[in-house]
């Protein structure tokens, strides 16, 4: 645990012990709260180069409008949108991108809020959601959507609420925001009647007006629409999403099938090839048909070698 977050974790206990909704109303600020961007590696600096930059205009989670730089590369008639996760960038996709143009799509990506180069500190699921909606009125149906970590349950929940996506690809994704909330406690510390407190004020501010936020948020409580293909691919040993996740979303949604991996943790999954492979032809529909939920289980999926 880093001191900046021991050092916020005593402050959020200390507001707690005199009220649960005082320790929340500290805790909330720090839950959007986006540390320094990661830096382009080098490998991926040549493709973030030959993009062409653009950029959207969103509300943003204070309402006060923020720019959102979106990338695009390739000129095919089928678009691709990947959707990068918490602390994540466009860049990570670098791999996947060539994969996809040499395959004739245009790809498009972006840097969410206090991600990448665009700017801010704060963010949270309401600006992937802002940015899918923006992408998709430039231009038009999906063919594709692949969200990695975080930015794979903002793609489910994108889908599940009216994004127009043909098929989805989800790469090491929570199944729901309760995930995200109990993490959150575990690194403060804070007790349950605060992450009681949290819940409330979570839905409050960020879904004012809507009756169950965290159903609306649940890829169990609210899957894809039917008939839309799903391939949900997940490594046994990651650290950061747990891999259960995987079956949970797997479960929840009859037209998905599972890919289960080891050795390759919570990001070096975005550039192994034989992910890279499978992404591909279930993006181009190559894939068999897929196997019911009920018969999917890690020992049966496809293993991917360390």
Known sequence: MTLALAAAGTSVRAAAALSPRWGAA??????????????VHADDEPTM????????????????????DTYEWGDGPRTAVLSHGWTGRASQFSVLVRELV???????????PAHGASGGRRTYLVDWLSVFAALQERHGAFDAMVGHSFG???TLVGVAGGIDAARVVTIA??????????????????????????????????????????????TVRRPLPAGVPLLVTHDHGDRVVPFGEAGRIVAANPASRLLATKGLGHNRILTDDAVL??????????????????????????????
Request: glycine share 6%.
């Open 26 to 39: 500290v805790a909330m600020p720090l839950f959007g709260y986006v540390n320094k961007p990661r830096p």
């Open 49 to 68: 180069l030959r993009a062409r930059l653009r950029a959207v205009r969103i509300p943003g989670i204070d309402r006060r409008g923020v720019d959102v």
């Open 102 to 112: 040499a395959e004739g799509y245009r790809v498009v990506s972006f840097d969410a």
């Open 152 to 154: 794979g349950l903002a």
């Open 173 to 218: 994704a929570p199944a729901d925001a309760d995930l995200l909330l109990s993490q959150f406690q575990g690194m403060l510390g804070y007790p349950d009647a605060v992450a009681a407190s949290m819940r409330e004020l979570f839905a409050t501010r960020y879904f004012p007006g809507e009756p169950d936020p965290f159903a609306w948020l649940s």
């Open 277 to 306: 492979d499978a992404v591909l032809a279930h993006v181009s529909a190559q894939l068999a048909e897929p196997t019911p939920p009920a018969t999917v289980e890690a020992s049966a999926a496809v293993p991917v070698a360390a």
